[in-house]
């Protein structure tokens, strides 16, 4: 007997569309349906998204009213791009903490470059301070807006003005932000009232909130054109103080070689004198005797 042959039906994968409403883009993924898409995680490369800031972010499909749409649970600053920032004689705070938002426990490492070597006391200050900044700021918001901000740097600008009264900063980034879990209902923390406000200053709903100030390498080339100005404008200075100071020290040597010759000049008349004088005395006394 001839066995009967069953066909195996396949269905083809499709391309379906996901929205990434943080970055407003939309990318592809191969899927029968949406629901396989749900929960699956996505790695992308935002450096281009970003102006040239190299970013990584890890982003979770959900399902939004049978929509895929990848929101960020991830963003992780890349380490050459930090090695790039860092120059000599420059000092770096970095720390590492966990703190509740209004959704979940989140882990965060910020990361602060100053425009010069400071002291360790100085350096303890910016981390403390900088902490403390964070805590409230990440308890006051949604994790979408948090996600939002740092990429829109919306986050770090105001934190590095806070900053600027301790010391004066050349980078301040978010080195790491990630979802650990989530919160229930007890452990969210409540909203304190504050007579000043953390919300940073927003542009007009005009711009893209990619838009909004996401580089701060402008501001970074700002700060070293500056730097190198200051210094030319000191050598400058220093080396026509320096030619003053050899002007004023050939003028006193000049004067001090004429006394010193005048001086010269005088002893032998003195010295004559003074024979004269001898001589005179010794005439007068023999004469006397006589």
């Known amino acids: 007997m001839a066995k009967k042959q069953t066909k195996v039906i396949t269905r083809r994968k499709k391309f379906l569309p996901v929205e990434i409403p943080s970055i407003n883009t939309k990318i592809e993924l191969l899927a029968n349906n949406p629901e396989e898409l749900e929960n699956k995680t996505l790695k992308l490369d935002l450096t281009r998204q970003l102006k040239g800031k190299s970013v990584e972010g890890t982003f979770k499909v959900i399902l939004e009213k049978e929509k895929p749409?990848?929101?960020?649970?991830?963003?992780?600053?890349?380490?050459?791009?930090i090695r790039r920032m860092i120059r000599k004689r420059i000092s770096y705070v970095e720390d590492s903490f966990s703190a509740p938002s209004q959704n979940s426990l989140i882990k965060i490492k910020p990361f602060l470059i100053t425009r010069k070597?400071?002291?360790?006391?100085?350096?303890?200050?910016?981390?403390?301070?900088?902490?403390?900044?964070?805590?409230?700021y990440l308890a006051e918001r949604t994790d979408e807006e948090?996600?939002?901000?740092?990429?829109?740097?919306?986050?770090?600008?105001?934190?590095?003005?806070?900053?600027?009264k301790?010391?004066?900063?050349?980078?301040?980034?978010?080195?790491?932000?990630?979802?650990?879990?989530?919160?229930?209902?007890?452990?969210?923390?409540?909203?304190?009232?504050?007579?000043?406000?953390?919300?940073?200053?927003?542009?007009?709903?005009?711009?893209?909130?990619?838009?909004?100030?996401?580089?701060?390498?402008?501001?970074?080339?700002?700060?070293?054109?500056?730097?190198?100005?200051?210094?030319i404008k000191d050598t400058q200075e220093g080396a026509e103080n320096k030619?003053?100071?050899?002007?004023?020290?050939k003028?006193?040597?000049?004067?001090?070689?004429?006394?010193?010759?005048?001086?010269?000049?005088?002893?032998?008349?003195?010295?004559?004198?003074?024979?004269?004088?001898?001589?005179?005395?010794?005439?007068?006394?023999?004469?006397?005797?006589?």
């Open 146 to 164: 948090i996600f939002n901000d740092i990429l829109g740097n919306r986050l770090q600008k105001p934190l590095s003005l806070v900053l600027k």
């Open 69 to 81: 749409t990848a929101i960020p649970i991830k963003i992780r600053l890349m380490p050459y791009f």
């Open 166 to 231: 301790t010391y004066p900063l050349s980078l301040c980034e978010i080195r790491l932000i990630e979802i650990t879990k989530p919160l229930e209902k007890d452990e969210i923390p409540k909203i304190k009232e504050r007579k000043i406000s953390l919300e940073p200053t927003r542009r007009k709903e005009k711009d893209t909130p990619i838009e909004e100030g996401l580089d701060q390498m402008a501001e970074i080339e700002q700060s070293r054109i500056e730097q190198a100005e200051k210094e």
């Open 117 to 136: 070597r400071v002291s360790k006391a100085v350096r303890k200050t910016l981390r403390n301070k900088a902490k403390n900044w964070l805590e409230d």
């Open 251 to 290: 003028k006193k040597s000049i004067k001090e070689e004429i006394e010193e010759a005048k001086k010269a000049l005088k002893k032998p008349k003195k010295e004559e004198d003074e024979k004269e004088t001898k001589s005179n005395k010794s005439e007068n006394k023999k004469e006397n005797k006589e």
């Open 243 to 249: 030619a003053e100071e050899i002007k004023e020290t």
